[in-house]
């Protein structure tokens, strides 16, 4: 079945410095892919999304580029913030599906 | 506009009780689903419901889980005889019925089972 991995955390950075969350994916046909966050207390939050190969999602500052060659849609930002503490979760949705299968999700801790 | 809306927000059972989590999604949404989501996991899908009809119920751990939305709107998630390993997070999304319209998640419902 549909599968997601991500990169196990926490991760810890330093304000300012650059960011990389791997993720994974095994689907069959062309799945949806999302990262969503969940900050502390809160709900999950849709970040950004892609539904097709090679587009590339966007959203405060990060970005992810669906690459159907490598099967991958690694989150990235060029310089975080301690605002992006949270957790980030990749997630997919099949191509016949409507269900979400998500990555065990990664803890960000950014330190200022 | 107002988001998904779940309630409670905590829920305290003993062991063999019944509980009831309720899910109130954003208006007009046609598709809603529930996750449960254990410590340190990512949500895992229970069932998924296209108005009132409940086209996918394949992650329902088991016959004590239950899920109506008998409108079309509210749906409730039911769990018979608690166990300590019911005790997770539970969440409701809903969307349009529109392909690649993204899911909007409520809080959540945390249930300790003591």
Redesign the interface.
């Known amino acids: 079945g549909d599968s997601?991995t991500q990169m196990e955390g926490p991760v810890t950075l330093s304000e300012e410095a650059f960011l990389t969350i791997n993720c994974t994916y095994t689907a069959t046909g062309y799945p949806?892919l999302?990262w969503?966050v969940q900050y502390p207390g809160?709900?999950?939050?849709?970040l950004l999304?892609a539904?097709k190969a090679d587009d590339k999602g966007s959203n405060k500052g990060f970005e992810a580029t669906y690459r159907k060659e490598t099967t991958s849609f690694h989150l990235e930002k060029g310089s975080v913030q301690v605002s992006d503490s949270a957790v980030y979760?990749c997630?997919l949705k099949g191509e016949y599906g409507?269900?979400?299968?998500?990555?065990?999700?990664t803890i960000l801790r950014v330190k200022s | 506009g107002a988001g998904?809306s779940q309630s409670p927000r905590y829920k305290v059972a003993k062991r063999g009780q019944d509980v009831a989590l309720r899910c109130d999604p954003i208006s007009g949404h046609v598709?809603l689903?529930w996750?449960q989501q254990a410590l340190?996991?990512?949500?895992?899908?229970l069932t998924?419901f296209q108005n009132e009809a409940q086209?996918?119920k394949s992650?329902l751990p088991s016959d004590r889980f239950f899920a109506e939305r008998p409108e079309g709107s509210v749906s409730t998630l039911k769990i018979q005889r608690t166990q300590q390993e019911d005790s997770a997070v539970y969440?409701c999304?809903s969307s349009p019925y529109l392909i690649?319209q993204?899911?909007?998640?409520?809080?959540?419902t945390r249930l300790s089972i003591l």
């Open positions: 997601v949806s999302f969503y809160e709900g999950l939050q849709l999304k539904t979760f997630a409507n269900k979400l299968v998500f990555g065990a999700g | 998904v598709s689903f996750y340190g996991q990512g949500p895992e899908f998924y086209l996918d992650g969440l999304a690649y993204p899911q909007h998640f409520g809080d959540g």
